[in-house]
Nanobody
Framework: QLQLVESGGGLVQPGGSLRLSCAAS????????ITWFRQAPGKEREGVAC????????FYVDSVKGRFTISRDGAKPTVYLQMNSLKPEDTAVYYC???????????????WGQGTQVTVSS
């Protein structure tokens, strides 16, 4: 069973950057599309960015376009989310999840990580 572990969260000032990592237990991750989700207190979970199995396609929710970049390294069982120009409204728990096809929807995912907290505050 594929296990996903997120890391890289923390406290950052507005305008700052963080890079989140979604590390898998093995290279099976290379056979899945990966989506980063976030969930803020009192809000529904939303898809933020997703990447295809090949890495050739990426999709983003409008609120992060131009600021976040999702990527994957086939040599490592890891998917990254580079987050720049962070805003207080980006504060949330960030999760990665695996599915056969890239999607920003919240259903249809086979595996989920446990999440990492991102707090953007001065």
């Amino acid at each position: 069973q594929l296990q996903l572990v997120e890391s890289g969260g923390g406290l950052v000032q507005p305008g700052g950057s963080l890079r989140l990592s979604c590390a898998a237990s093995d290279f099976t991750i290379n056979y899945y599309a990966i989506t980063w989700f976030r969930q803020a207190p009192g809000k529904e979970r939303e898809g933020v960015a997703c990447i295809s199995i090949s890495g050739g396609e990426q999709f983003y929710v409008d609120s992060v376009k131009g600021r976040f970049t999702i990527s994957r390294d086939g040599a490592k069982p890891t998917v990254y989310l580079q987050m720049n120009s962070l805003k207080p409204e980006d504060t949330a728990v960030y999760y990665c999840a695996a599915a056969l096809f890239p999607s920003l929807g919240v259903t249809g995912f086979d595996y989920w990580g446990q999440g990492t907290q991102v707090t953007v505050s001065s």
